[in-house]
């Protein structure tokens, strides 16, 4: 599978954010339990929010309910939704996506967002 993230940027505190993951080929996408990472300047790496194929969301402590992630499985699309902003929001953000009936997981190459203070 090819993951490609887009949608990063600089942004204002307070502001937000939609990060848009697309995943090709995708054909057993619906399978798949999703999710984004995120990889801060101190070079750690954060879990921030996942969707099982059979459950609902769930997110890290320190972004939720400022944070949705959600998924299109029609389009094979996986979104994450920021909104307030902070400083410490900064990172490379990467979409992940792994196939429980085979063990297999794919990562995406990353997207940076930049929240200025």
């Known amino acids: 599978e090819q993951l490609i993230e887009s949608g990063g940027g600089l942004v204002q505190a307070g502001g937000s954010l939609t990060l848009s993951c697309s995943v090709s080929p995708g054909k057993l996408f619906s399978r798949s339990d999703v999710g984004w990472y995120r990889q801060t300047p101190e070079r750690r790496r954060d879990w921030v929010a996942s969707i099982t194929s059979g459950t609902g969301p769930d997110y890290a402590p320190f972004v939720k309910g400022r944070f949705t992630i959600s998924r299109d499985n029609a389009k094979n699309m996986i979104y994450l939704q920021m909104t307030n902003l902070k400083p410490e929001d900064t990172a490379v953000y990467s979409c992940?996506?792994?196939?429980?009936?085979?063990?297999?997981?794919?990562w995406g190459q990353g997207t940076q967002v930049t929240v200025s203070g």
């Open positions: 992940h996506m792994y196939y429980p009936l085979w063990g297999r997981d794919f």
